[in-house]
């Protein structure tokens, strides 16, 4: 049961001047639903570039990712902008909410965006937020929780619209350590709740090890860690 499939993907920046730089030479990925990968990188080594156009941010010069069956890499922008609303949660080492809207708002308006019900989105946000542990801040802004709650509500928002896959780059790069295993684990327990996929990069081998398994990004390609 395959959620995402990357299939020799390259990508070259600057070809054909100088500075030309072939970051990813054949990059092929599977990833099951319900499955949570680990992606360990060297700082350069290409971790964006991969998480963008795996995410249909950017676009591969060769190779197909597809979702759920779809090949989705060469449709055109508007396309894949929706395929990436509806099938593609994001997270980032900072919490990206909106500052003037409140945690709940942050997790019902991508829904609304997306056609849900007002009160079938609030529903799904609260349910999101009391799985986090968060539930009793719902009504507060980004700025008045802490560093952990604002992540704990940054995962929520990106598994709002039920995403298949999650690719999440550092998400708890920016806490310290303590924090960070409780907020990893909260984490975790949503995304193995969806039954989603999850391809999250980090730096941390103790996070990577609670992962089902471990890829490192090296030479333009992926590889198992042992
Ligand atoms: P990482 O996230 O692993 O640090 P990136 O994917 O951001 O790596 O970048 C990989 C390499 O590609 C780096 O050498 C970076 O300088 C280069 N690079 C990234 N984006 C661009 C771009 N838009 N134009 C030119 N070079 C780029
Ligand atoms: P919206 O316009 O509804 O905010 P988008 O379709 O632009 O959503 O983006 C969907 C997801 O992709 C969001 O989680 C957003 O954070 C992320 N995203 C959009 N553009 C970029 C970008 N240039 N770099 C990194 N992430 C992005």
Redesign the pocket.
Known sequence: DLTMRLNGLTKTYLKGTPGEVQVLRGVDLELRAGEAVALVAPSGAGKSTLL?IAGL?DKPDEGSVEIAGQNVAGRGDRTR?AL??QDVG?VYQFH?LLPEFTALENITL?QL?NGVSEKAAQDRAMALLDRVGVAARAKHRPAALSGGEQQRVAFCRALANKPRVLLADEPTGNLDPETSDQVFGALMSLVRDAGLSALIATHNMDLAARMDRKLRLEAGVLKPVE
């Open positions: 963008h941010l902008t990436r609303r994001f990206h991508p965006a």
